[in-house]
């Protein structure tokens, strides 16, 4: 019996399209209509009009662009709908029972089928193993490749938590708390430097009357009060960074929490009383930095009445622009942490006095007796503001002021030493 063939596809000329076909099962272009036609019986039916020969499509249809033809081994095109088709010859076999057993399912578009074997790749080696896998194994061996290396980590960071919790960590924590006792010693042995400084600013306003020696003796107190603080401050950034490394200890070293917490009990109270140190000599460099330049604007002063007390209006003048810079410094200074409010209020008043005498000068030499009258009233009342209680400071303020402070960091020293 002679086999089927169809009526060649008019762009590419397969004859093995099925009856009744709307698309070519090789180029998937639409196929025309079958044509009616007529023949007696006996006699073969020829091909329907309208057909051509192969490759070339009739007239009465649009002309589509000439298909080149599918890649060797291709049948047909995917994603189009339709089902595949193998070449001439091939027959599949249908039936209830699925596809046959002996060939692997089809992988999605886009990856390769995969196929029993006895290879596998694994970290990217390939290994050979003795019995036959299955496809669907293969198929998943880079997923489970990834899931073993999530795994992998996963025990690794296990074992650095562990080796980090029962092992380094212990041993920083041991580390620290013999570098905290040290840091403590270091600043006991700083005790006797720094309660000579304290000792010292009780008594930073008694000076000579010699205004050179004065200034002589309050660079000396100012260079004793920095280095005592220099020390201080060392020692509290010292102690106080340890205690917040020995803090963020307590958390990761539980075997060693109780040694933990008492070298920072121990650093706590040192601080405690470096901060009172630290008070004290900040208070005394500032009362430094005013006295200082009060001192030196009271001098100028000094010369300034001397000139008008002899009518000397030139003299008088002369002192008045490097007394107004030093009391201008003076009062710059006097708002400072550890200043009293009493010598703060002082200079400002005779820096009324110096303005006022200036002023006192001009009327003198423009002889103006109303401006005179104004400006000695003036200088009077800056006089007396200067000598009441309100501006008058006590000569043992450093002593009450000082003293608690440094019974405070002397009572920190001992507790450092003796261990508790």
């Known amino acids: 019996m002679q086999a089927y063939q169809s009526p060649p596809c008019p762009y590419c000329g397969i004859t093995w399209n099925q009856p009744g076909a709307q698309a070519c099962a090789n180029c998937r272009n639409p196929l025309p209509p079958p044509q009616p036609s007529y023949a007696p019986p006996g006699y073969a039916q020829g091909p329907p009009q309208g057909y051509g020969a192969p490759n070339y499509p009739p007239q009465n249809y649009p002309q589509p662009p000439q298909y080149p033809g599918a890649p060797p081994g291709y049948p047909g095109q995917p994603g189009q709908g339709y089902p595949g088709y193998g070449p001439p010859g091939y027959q599949q076999q249908p039936g209830p029972y699925g596809p046959d057993p002996g060939y692997g399912a089809y992988a999605p578009p886009g990856q390769p089928a995969a196929r029993a074997g006895t290879t596998v790749r694994l970290f990217g080696q390939t290994f050979t193993v003795p019995v036959v896998l299955p496809p669907a194994l293969l198929r998943y061996q880079e997923r489970m490749v990834k899931g073993v290396a999530r795994l992998a980590i996963g025990v690794v960071v296990v074992l ?19 570098t905290a006792t040290q840091s403590l010693k270091t600043a006991a042995s700083h005790q006797v ?38 020390l201080v401050k060392s020692d509290e950034a010292a102690m106080t960074s340890l205690d917040q490394r020995l803090s963020f200890l307590q958390l990761l070293a539980p075997s060693k929490r109780d040694g933990l917490a008492a070298a920072r009990y121990r650093l706590n109270r040192g601080i405690a009383g470096l901060k009172q140190a630290d008070q ?48 201008e410094l003076a009062i710059s200074y006097s708002h400072a942490a550890g200043v009293p409010a009493q010598l703060a209020k002082q200079v400002t008043s005779f820096g009324d006095v110096l303005v006022n005498t200036e002023s006192l000068v001009q009327a003198t030499q423009a002889k103006d007796a109303a401006g005179i009258k104004k400006s000695t009233d003036a200088v009077n009342a800056a006089l007396k503001a200067m000598s009441s209680p309100d501006e008058t400071l006590p000569a043992d303020y450093e002593t009450k002021t000082f003293t608690p402070m440094q019974k405070a960091y002397d009572a920190a020293m001992k507790a450092i030493k003796s261990g508790s």
Do not use: M
């Not at 938590?161 to 708390?177: D, H, K, M, T, Y």
């Not at 604007?297 to 810079?325: E, F, H, M, N, T």
């Open 160 to 178: 650095v938590l562990l080796v980090l919790f029962f092992g380094v960590c212990p041993a920083v924590a041991s580390s620290q708390i013999s």
């Open 280 to 327: 004290a000599l900040t208070g005394a460099i500032n009362e430094v930095k005013v006295i200082q330049p009060y001192n030196d604007a009271r001098s100028d002063y000094g010369k300034i009445s001397a000139a008008l007390a002899k009518r000397d209006l030139v003299g008088a003048g002369a002192p008045y622009p490097d007394a107004q810079q030093k009391i």
């Open 193 to 230: 430097a720094i309660d000579g400084a304290l000792t010292q600013a009780f008594t930073l306003r008694t000076s000579p009357s010699d205004p050179n020696a004065a200034k002589a003796q309050f660079d000396k107190l100012a260079k004793s009060f920095n280095d005592g603080l220099s």
